[in-house]
């Protein structure tokens, strides 16, 4: 069997004798040197106490690792390989994209999976010793400790593949973006797995033994739920990592995967908001999955680069009825966003459709409000708003200024969606606040002007400036063509 040529590299660069041996020796006399406090050589296996202290010990130093070292070994492989040059000699190579994908996600961080898969494993028999000797685990979880361990087993590695695979994306796209390396962005993809990862890990440690959890119209066992999302969750970061590679190496990709990545993001979301509700499941649905593939749009606009050419190229194939050279040539951002549009009409039918009262219980001040209408028009107004953003992303990229693009733009934002309502508030002008953002507070805000006008404005306003800064950008192109 041909090894894969990237993970046989990074066998040679992480690998040595030395190293495997130094590793199992420092993870044990670490542990150890935590739960010998507790051992009690009278009873089996140094006892209860010491068991659970090992176990604990040894989940606990495995999350640390993979969050702390193996998320920074992982971004900082890339950030290293463009930094020595040695990246566009990779590119220019053989290997195919999924081999390229799999052998860097595994490869970059093979020393890490060691160290991870030797307190795993303490973990795993620190707990068979414990249920052996005193049956606590199986009275803890109210199953048995092959289910339990199964459990650990698949999550921790699931969630492992899941913050490697997110951290080594986002570095690779912030690269690419700038087209150079710096060691800030190792830390700028490691601070956002981090956050996912505190995230992952608070709502796991929320999970309670025997707990339900219903999704829509159905229950089930909160461990498993949690694991299997993890699980789907990885899968769906290694083939954005893959579809990642496959554009380093200049193949192209049709614009499917993320929308269907939202799509499926949504509609778990909106199980667990639903839970087990019944007669306006339906609508409720349909508004969730479209406003959380809404605000997941702002992600590829964000990491991708805005490239001019492709948009020129997008424009003129629209422009010639060629639907599969504008699927090319659109970026993820673009194709997303007409989706989601889709969705808002939608969900503003279904919405418009309902019974009033249907909805939600309301408070006694918001009685005689029209909610359902409320929803709808706010979907619209968030809807113009995420298409402001958008076309003031492409502004600031056809400034010309690729590496401050994205800094100007979120000024931007800090001063549309921060400052300037702060501002509105502060001075009692209620009035103008839906220019800032979607009305739904409704007692405080006075619909007199409908909401949705504001937002209508500036997409009509921020739209004649990027019409002016395309035709800057294309003249200024021709010039220096010519």
């Not at 973990?123 to 803890?140: C, Q, T």
């Not at 109210?142 to 570095?171: C, D, H, K, P, R």
Request: aromatic share 10%; glycine share 8%; with cysteine.
């Amino acid at each position: 069997m041909r090894l894969n040529p990237e993970l046989r590299r990074y066998l040679w660069l992480e690998i040595s004798v030395g190293r495997l041996l130094f590793m199992p020796l420092v993870l044990g006399l670490a542990l150890l040197l935590v739960a010998v406090w507790t051992i009690d050589p009278t009873k089996p296996a140094g006892g209860q106490d010491f068991l659970a202290t090992l176990a604990g010990t040894s989940s606990v130093g495995y999350a640390l690792s993979v969050i702390l070292w193996g998320a920074r070994a992982a971004a900082s492989a890339m950030v290293r390989e463009v930094a020595e040059r040695t990246w566009d000699q990779q590119r220019l190579s053989s290997t195919g994209a999924w081999s390229m994908t799999w052998g860097k996600l595994l490869g970059s961080t093979i020393f890490v999976w060691y160290g991870c898969l030797i307190m795993l494993a303490v973990m795993l028999v620190s707990m068979g010793l414990w249920e052996h000797h005193y049956d606590a685990v199986s009275k803890e979880t109210g199953q048995s400790i092959a289910v339990t361990l199964l459990q650990l087993t698949v999550g921790f590695v699931a969630l492992t593949i899941l913050l490697e695979a997110s951290v080594l994306l986002a570095a690779m796209t912030s690269v690419s973006r700038r087209e150079s390396a710096r060691q800030l962005d190792v830390t700028i993809a490691q601070i956002a797995v981090i956050v996912i990862a505190v995230f992952v890990f608070g709502m796991l440690d929320n999970l309670e033994s025997g707990q339900q959890i219903p999704w829509f119209s159905h229950v089930f066992d909160a461990v498993w739920f949690a694991v299997v999302s993890a699980v789907l969750f990885a899968g769906w970061a290694v083939i954005g990592l893959w579809r990642r590679m496959r554009v380093e190496l200049q193949m192209t990709n049709m614009p499917v995967m993320w929308p269907l990545f939202a799509l499926f993001t949504g509609f778990w979301l909106a199980g667990l908001i639903m839970g087990a509700d019944g007669a306006t499941g339906v609508t409720w649905t349909v508004v969730i999955v479209t406003v959380t593939a809404m605000f997941l749009t702002y992600v590829p606009a964000v990491l991708e680069r805005v490239n001019p050419v492709h948009l020129r190229r997008l424009i003129e194939a629209i422009g010639a009825g060629q639907i599969g050279s504008a699927l090319r040539h659109a970026p993820l951002w673009i194709v997303s966003h007409v989706l989601v549009l889709v969705g808002v009409v939608i969900s503003v039918v279904l919405l418009m459709l309902m019974e009033p009262g249907e909805a939600i219980d309301v408070a006694d001040e918001l009685a005689g409000v029209d909610l359902q209408s409320l929803a709808a028009g706010t979907m619209v107004a968030a809807y113009l708003f995420v298409t402001r953003d958008l076309m003031l992303l492409v502004f600031v990229w056809l400034r010309g200024r690729a590496r401050r693009a994205f800094m100007t733009w979120l000024i931007w934002m800090v001063l549309l969606y921060g400052l300037a309502p702060l501002i509105v508030a502060s001075v009692d002008a209620y009035t103008f606040l839906p220019a800032f953002a979607p009305a739904w507070d409704v007692p405080f805000v006075d619909l007199s002007i409908p909401p949705v006008l504001w937002p209508a404005a500036e997409v009509v306003l921020v739209g004649l400036l990027l019409r002016w800064r395309w035709r800057r950008y294309a003249a200024s192109s021709l010039t220096s063509g010519g």
